[in-house]
């Protein structure tokens, strides 16, 4: 079964302890499938600048994510600008006029797993809706900043999903309770509800109650940026490898959370793009034993 990730590809400006810098690579898209690529074959659809096209090749390298599905305009790359305060990133602004001319490059009927992440809420929204009826999986993301400016797409986003992703404050921003997810993702109708607490590890929650790990100790946290796009990405492309049983549940979110510790442990992509399937193995082994 094939495994498809929609989301950013970006040019991010980033403050924080490591200092600044510029036009550094990321976006939903590739935090994500440079994760889920250490597990199994994943296939992108984003759009992309034709100045920055040579970056994403190179950045991919040799790794089984297929790219024919994104769209090369003749328009800047996305651009996001945040600063980095107490673990996490404080948003600071976008250009996102790229999603103003971009139709997402989707599969009719597909019926594998897919992940609709962050990205400007009326294209996620369009992705969602296009996939939901047929994708085996459809699992959503969020960012603070869009849930306020877009909350109505936000929402629909939300609605169109069986599984979605999200932290503390983004939960508060759509409505929820931190502290009774069960109660927020009963609501929504979700198959499950992924809540990331940073250095409180992450939770699942599911039907079956709620499946919990601590964030993995003893490594470097340099930029918490894309660290939930890297945790989604191991999570159900570890998940899919086990065909999707309840059983794999818990084994699947140690290789998400170890995707995150990886990518976390330097500035951008640097990490997640040079980590090979022994170094996730080996800190999925440091969290489970």
């Not at 500035?267 to 040079?274: D, K, N, Q, S």
Request: a negative charge; one cysteine or more.
């Amino acid at each position: 079964m094939n495994l498809l990730a929609a989301g950013s590809i970006a040019l991010d400006s980033l403050e924080g302890p490591f200092g600044a810098i510029s036009g550094e690579l990321g976006g939903s898209a590739l935090y994500f499938a440079l994760a889920a690529s250490l597990i199994r074959p994943v296939e992108v659809v984003a759009p992309v600048g034709r100045e920055t096209m040579d970056a994403v090749r190179r950045v991919i390298g040799e790794r089984p994510i297929d790219i024919t599905r994104l769209s090369v305009l003749d328009l800047p790359t996305y651009r996001w600008t945040a600063r980095q305060e107490a673990g996490s990133n404080l948003d600071l602004g976008s250009d996102d006029g790229i999603y103003d001319l971009w139709e997402p490059d989707l599969p009719e009927r597909f019926d594998g797993w897919a992940f609709v992440g962050s990205m400007r809420p009326d294209r996620q929204l369009q992705a969602a809706q296009w996939l939901r009826d047929s994708a085996g999986l459809l699992a959503g993301d969020s960012m603070r900043s869009y849930v306020g400016s877009h909350r109505s797409e936000a929402e629909r986003v939300l609605g169109a999903c069986g599984w979605f992703c999200a932290n503390r404050e983004e939960l508060v921003a759509l409505g929820g309770d931190p502290d009774e997810p069960q109660r927020f993702r009963r609501a929504w109708s979700l198959d499950g509800l992924v809540v990331k607490a940073g250095a409180d590890g992450c939770t699942v929650w599911t039907d079956a109650g709620a499946e919990h790990l601590p964030a993995l100790a003893g490594h470097p946290v340099v930029d918490v940026t894309g660290a939930g796009d890297a945790l989604a990405g191991g999570l159900f492309a570890a998940w899919l490898e086990s065909g999707g049983v309840s059983s794999g549940l818990r084994d699947a979110l140690a290789h998400g959370i170890a995707c995150a510790s990886i990518a976390i442990s330097e500035v951008g992509l640097t990490a997640i793009a040079r980590a090979t399937p022994e170094d996730l193995a080996d800190r999925v082994q440091q969290l489970l034993g």
